[in-house]
Structures are given as C-alpha cells and as structure tokens.
C-alpha cells in the first residue's frame, strides 16, 4: 500500500512536472454550456410548454395565463447560475445578460429580495472555499449594484465546497460546482 | 513505596451516552520508530473484568507508533508483585519495560486496579499506581495507565484519555461526533441535513464551536457537551464562518462578511459583540490564536495567492509567513507554539506540512492528494487531518516528525474536519 502511494506520489509528480508551473490553475476548457433552460434551484412548477396545441372542440381561452417570469423557462430569469473558471470570481460574458436580467426585474420589484448563494468545487480548504464562494457571490451582487439594485434587496452568502451539485470528481463535476445561485425570497 | 501514587478516578463531566455507532478503527499505516520496547502482562484477576485493561493499555501503547509490544504470555506463574518478577525472562524477550499488576474485587463493587511500570534493565519500579474504579470506568482507568506509562517512558504527556470531534457526512446527513482518542465511544452531538463544519473545542474541552447551513446559510454556534444546550455565536448578514477558541476560552475569532469581504473578528462570548480585527479588502480567513493568546495565524490572499500571515490580537500590520508555492492555508499552532501546520498544495496536491517559526523551514509530512484541515494532538506530537482515500473521506494522523502515520477508518460515510480535545488534567 505504501509502495503503491509513493509510486502515485511519484506519478503525480512526474504529471505536475509535465503540467508545468505548479503555482498554476489547472486549465480548463470553459466549462461546458451547463444548464440550458433547465431550471436550477427548487424544483419548477409544472407550466404549460408553449407547444401548440391542436384546439379541441373547445372555444379558445380568452384570458391570458401569467405566467411568473422567474419561473417560466422562456425567461431569462428562470436561469440562476453563474458559473466560474477554477479559482476565479469574474463573471464571464455569458453570464452578463442572465445578471442584468435579474438586475433589471429587482429594480421594477424593489419589494422582492434575493440571496445569492457562492459555491466552490472540492478542492482545496473548506473555509478558505467558503471565502471563495463569498467572493464569488460578491461579484453578482456588484454588478447588480452597478446596474441599480438597492444593497438592501441582497443577501450573499457562501456554501463552499459543502452543497455540490455534482457529486463527481472530474473537471465536468468542478465545473457544474463553482456556482453563484440567484434565490428568490419564499424560494 | 514512596513512588505510589493512589488515585482516585473522577467522573469526567461529560455524560457517555454510549450510541450505536461504528468506531472509527485505527491502524499503523507507516513509518513507526517503535523505540520503546515493553510487555504489558495481564494484571492479575483482570479475567473476571468485562474487559481486559491490559489489552487497551497495549493498544494505546501500540498505536503511539513509538513502542514496540512484547509477549507478555505464556508464564508459569504471573507476576504481580515486584519481588516475582523473573527479569532474565523479560531480558531474553528483550523487553526494555515491563508492566504488571493487578484487579481486585471491592466490597461496594469497585475494583482495585494496580499497576507497575518497571525497568528491565536497572530491575527498578518506574512508576505505579492505583485506582479505584467501577466497571464503567475501566476503558477510562486503561487510557490513564497508557498516558501514566507513555509519559515515563517519553518524558511527554499522552493524549489517550483525550477526545477527539469530527464530522461524517451518510448521504445527506451530517453528523458532529465526539469520540475517544482510539475511536471508541462516538457519539453524536448534533445531527443536520444540512452541512455541519470546522468544530473547535473550547480550551475547558466542554463546549464545541462549529458552523451549521440549517438556515440556510453558515451561521456560528456552540454547543455544551455536558448540557446539549446550543447557542448562536455569529449570525450577521452574510456569511459566519471558522470559529477559533482564545486560550482563555472568553473570545471566539470568527469570519464574518458583514461589512464586505471575508474578514476576522473577534466575538465576545456573553455580549456576542463582533469587534473587527483585519483590515483588508481580500480574503481574510483561518484564524487560530497562539498559546498565549496574543497572536493570531490566518489565510489571506491579500499578496495575490493564499498565504499564512500571523498578527496581534491587538491589531497592527500582518507579517506573512509562507512564501514557497501559491496555496498555503489553513495554518495550526503546535501546542508549544513554536511551529504551525498547515496545508499546502503542490502540483494540485495538498499536504500537510510544517513550518518552524525560528527558522522558517517548512517541512512536508504527508504525501497524500487530498488532505486538509489539520488539528494537533495536544502534547504536540500528532497532527489529526482529514483526507480521501478512493473518493471516500476519512481521517488520517502523522507524527510530527513525519515518521509515525495512522488511518482511521469508519464502515460508512465520509469522515471529515476533525479537531483534536484539549488534555484535561484529572486529579
């Protein structure tokens, strides 16, 4: 068992030495465009897909259905994900519309309040990963100040490492975990 | 026999619930300079207890890495009083230390435990001792006789009759457990569906700080073991996080986002009051008193990477500590305070390793993938982590010169964050 860890130990070494600088990040492909339309957080109440349906017999339904936006998967706000590159807080493109969206129906439901919820992969110290996922959090609540949400409307806070959404332990599995989660208060 | 101590064993204050849990089991992995040899000879009349003290003492003895077990079987008579002790026997079997003694039925339902701790070589009584105890206490009264044996023989204190906290996560439940030092006796002290993390003994060892996500979000407690009854510590906008005990146990250091980035504080049991103790706009996190109380040892990646910094309790600028490779956390004071654990990463592999503050070396102790949040064993000479072996977490231990290390591990679960009791002295 010993001789089987030093030889490990040995090929890790080899296999950081080949990897380079050992002060680096381990480089990834952007994580996989995670999450598309699926809804993230609590389970989504079933709403009518906006398939057309072949009319019965039936007079069509004059009133319109409201739908909650931030639950309906044609919206922008039914997404709550942000995702991150390993060790990093900077919200990427991608995510931008998805943050300002958010920004935008906060500021026309100034009484609606949200938590966003930082999350870390694995790796690394669990507190210092709590810290991490705080700054993670930080950084959408930032750009949502910038964009004229009141302070008060938001609460970040961080899960580390301890709620992955992905038990895995590959770099598709740290990927799906370094999260920053939109919650909506009664969520 | 002027060295004979006769002792009565308290009751420790805690109440031993014994729970259904498996026990962590513990075996020698690696290393082990095992320089001590010794035979433990079954103490006479133990037969007649519910268990074997000798058995526990040579476990205890076995498991420190540092000595060596010697048959102590197959005697014609049992030795029991110094006068039939046969050295030439123990020398042939090359014992350096021998222990014998015995158990006896009181009248009340105590026993009368004796033991001796005798030198093979100088054929002297080392040490010996007595206790009156009931049969409750006997797994107690063994860990006694093992610290009793192991100081004499090392010159250091042991920690057998010490405890030791963790987390095991089954699914989706958490567990804070407190079990003996050797694994025995788990019991649970609070059970979650959501995670439970970073527990720290308070310095009196009756009270247990930790982090719980039951509301959603990590909010600081603590919790008395002797009552069960739980309070809140820190629980402001944000995130709470990584209580650590002031040696004096009137001050807890804590993380706190309230005011923005993840900075230390240092809370005020009684009025709970959060004064703010680093001043930075970057991650400031990990904070562990020194044994004197006046300096605190954090992570901060103020300088660009996670770094260990230590500052004064009384505020004042950080002096950083670690500069080789660029993740260096979670940092421990050893007991002595003249050197700090802590994790580093090389090559995305973490270890623990250890750094003397008079010399600034550091020193790699493990060469494991993933271990973490490291917890010294009171007398200095173990460091407990946490650590993964085939996806599964569970707890690991290396002596703190590298050469003795330990594996604990559970029937289930993942085992996780653990932390290391104080030494309680008993009378």
């Known amino acids: 068992m010993r001789k089987f860890l030093t ?85 990427k493109d991608e995510y931008k519309p998805l943050v300002s969206a958010h920004a935008q129906y906060l500021k026309q439901n100034r009484g ?68 920053s989660d939109i919650v909506y208060d009664g969520e | 026999m002027k060295n004979k101590l006769v002792t009565r064993l308290m009751l420790c204050l805690l109440l031993v619930i014994p729970a259904a849990h498996a026990q962590l089991r513990i075996e020698i992995v690696g290393g082990g300079a095992a320089q001590y040899p010794i035979a433990v000879v079954q103490l006479k009349g133990e037969a007649q207890l519910p268990q074997k003290i000798t058995d526990i003492v040579a476990a205890d003895l076995y498991r420190s890495g540092l000595f060596k077990i010697v048959d102590g079987g197959g005697l014609a008579t049992v030795p029991s009083e110094p006068a039939e002790v046969q050295y030439p026997t123990w020398k042939a079997r090359s014992a350096d230390y021998l222990v014998n003694g015995s158990a006896s039925p009181m009248a009340n339902g105590y026993w009368d435990i004796r033991f001796r701790l005798l030198d093979v070589d100088k054929q002297t009584q080392l040490a010996g001792f007595a206790y009156q105890i009931t049969p409750q206490e006997l797994r107690r009264t063994a860990h006694k006789i093992a610290d009793a044996i192991y100081e004499k023989v090392t010159g250091d204190a042991g920690v057998f009759s010490t405890r030791i906290t963790y987390v ?4 989706t439940r958490f567990e804070l457990q407190v079990a003996d030092a050797d694994g025995f006796g788990a019991q649970t002290v609070l059970a979650s569906n959501e995670p439970i993390l970073s527990p720290a003994w308070s310095p009196d060892g009756t009270r247990i700080a930790y982090v719980s996500f039951e509301k ?36 807890l250091a804590v993380v706190l986002t309230k005011d923005g980035s993840s ?34 040892l954090f992570t901060s990646d103020r300088g660009g990477s ?15 500590l670690t500069f080789d490779g660029s993740y260096n956390v979670s940092p421990r004071y050893a007991p002595d305070g003249k050197s700090f ?63 003795v290390r330990q594996r604990f591990s559970a029937d289930a679960g993942d085992v996780r964050e653990p932390a290391w009791g104080p030494n309680l002295k008993g009378p």
């Open chain 2, 306 to 320: 996670a770094q260990i910094y230590r500052m004064s309790v009384n505020g004042g600028a950080p002096e950083r």
């Open chain 1, 112 to 179: 609606r309040k949200i938590a966003i919820q930082g999350n870390t992969d694995e790796r690394g110290s669990r507190e210092y990963n709590i810290a991490l996922g705080q700054r993670r959090a930080d950084s959408v609540k930032q750009m949502m100040i910038l964009l004229g949400v009141q302070e008060a409307q938001i609460e970040t806070v961080s899960f580390g490492e301890e709620k992955p959404r992905s038990p895995g332990k590959d770099d598709a599995a740290f990927s799906e975990n370094r999260r």
């Open chain 2, 263 to 296: 900075q230390i504080y240092l809370v005020t049991l009684g009025t709970n009051s959060a004064t703010r103790l680093t001043n930075s706009s970057a991650i400031d996190t990990e904070p562990n008193f020194s044994p004197d109380g006046q300096s605190i």
């Open chain 2, 216 to 251: 959603k979000k990590p909010i600081v407690y603590m919790q008395s073991l002797v009552t069960a009854q739980r309070s809140v510590v820190a629980d402001f906008k944000g995130s709470n996080s990584a209580p650590a005990w002031s040696p004096d146990g009137k001050r």
């Open chain 2, 168 to 171: 095991v996560k089954n699914g």
């Open chain 1, 7 to 91: 030889r490990l130990a040995a090929i890790g070494a080899v296999i950081g030495l080949i990897a380079g600088c050992a002060s680096q990040a381990p480089k990834e492909q952007n994580p996989a465009p995670v999450d598309t339309g699926k809804p993230v957080t609590a389970p989504v109440e079933p709403v009518k897909p906006k398939v057309v349906e072949q009319p019965k017999a039936t007079p069509v339904e004059v009133k319109p259905i409201i739908a909650n936006p931030l639950k309906d998967p044609g919206s922008i706000l039914s997404k709550r994900s942000v995702y991150y590159e390993y060790d990093s807080n900077a919200v």
């Open chain 2, 341 to 403: 654990a802590f994790i580093q990463r090389n090559s995305g592999r973490f270890n623990i390793a250890l750094q003397d503050f008079a010399s600034r070396q550091a020193q790699l102790l493990t060469e494991n993938s993933m271990d973490e949040s490291p917890t010294f064993a009171p007398n200095g000479r173990i460091i407990l982590y946490a650590t993964e072996v085939r996806g599964r977490g569970i707890l690991a231990a290396v002596s703190s010169d590298g050469r």
